[in-house]
């Protein structure tokens, strides 16, 4: 696969960890950024993941900022993009089995590296199961974003 990563100064920290994790269990990386901890805004980063991910330029997306909220309320608002934020192994690997998840995030203020690593390998170890009643909630999570759009 190959995922993007993003972040602001906040997930700065973390980052270098996570595109090596991601390399580790032999994905690709398309670095969006943050390339320093100069100031910047977590929206920025996560619209980067979250196009790169509609463009199908990347498989998945993973955004990092100081809490993670920020980053995945943002990346939630574009068209496709199933942000789930973990700062858990098992809410990371369960938001793609039964949510068909497409982005990570999380907060590198919340986690130290450890953690993250973890994180990391269960979201990209996971595949959605494609049961029946996770298709259906997915379908009405579709729904809800075409209302949204027609409105």
Excluded: W
Excluded at 2 to 23: M, N, Q, S, W, Y
């Amino acid at each position: 696969m190959i995922i993007a990563v993003g972040c602001d100064h906040g997930g700065f920290p973390l980052k270098d960890t996570v595109i090596e994790t991601v390399r580790k269990a032999g994905h690709d990386v398309l670095d969006l950024g943050a390339f320093d901890d100069s100031p910047t805004d977590y929206p920025d980063y996560a619209e980067k993941v979250g196009r790169a991910v509609q463009r199908k330029e990347a498989d998945r997306g993973i955004i990092i900022c100081g809490s993670g909220v920020g980053a995945s309320v943002a990346a939630n608002k574009m068209r496709g993009i199933r942000a789930g934020l973990c700062h858990d192994t098992y809410s990371a690997h369960q938001c793609v089995e039964h949510d068909d998840a497409n982005v990570l995030a999380f907060g590198a203020r919340i986690i130290g590296p450890e953690v993250a690593v973890e994180i990391v390998q269960a979201f990209l170890r996971a595949e959605f199961s494609g049961e029946k009643r996770h298709l259906r909630r997915v379908a009405k999570i579709a729904a809800i974003e075409q209302k949204e759009l027609d409105n």
